[in-house]
């Protein structure tokens, strides 16, 4: 039995130990905001934030976060607010098929926190994600909008 902590919500699962973070999020708790997309941590589909970090958790297995505050795309929003990055997400168009969008607004929402004024450079070195439709420029866009907010 694995005692979780995803958005803010104590969660049991009876788990595998080894069984990857992101099976345990969509398979046992059914929060399918974050999404597998390579399965090795190449894409960024799955990013989760655990204390805080934005990490992939395709990779991750549940042992490794037992007692860590988990946070999904779900538990972003706070009383229905969206959060700044969200906001300009929707505000500069970021989305297309919008599948690895959830990973990359997890990996920009952690950026921002450590780097709330971000250069190019900056953001191109956090945001490994891999967008397939290409929105690279309108993430950029949206990081900075979201710094400014």
């Known amino acids: 039995m694995a005692r979780l902590k995803i958005n803010g919500k104590a969660v049991n699962v009876d788990v595998d130990p080894q069984t990857p973070l992101l099976w345990v999020i969509r398979e046992q708790v059914g929060l399918t905001g974050t999404k597998y997309g390579c399965g090795v941590a190449q894409c960024g589909a799955c990013t989760v934030h655990v204390n805080g970090e934005a990490l992939r958790s395709c990779v991750m297995p549940v042992s490794a976060v037992e007692g860590k505050n ?56 956090a945001i490994t994600n891999i967008c397939r439709c290409g929105t690279f420029q309108q993430v950029r866009e949206a990081v900075h909008a979201a710094a400014k907010a």
């Open 70 to 125: 988990i946070t999904t795309i779900e538990g972003l929003a706070q009383n229905g607010a969206l959060t700044k990055v969200q906001k300009a997400w929707i505000a500069n168009d970021v989305p297309q098929c919008g599948y690895c969008q959830s990973g990359m607004i997890m990996a920009v929402t952690a950026l921002l926190k450590v780097k709330p004024k971000p250069t190019d450079a900056d953001i191109d070195a």
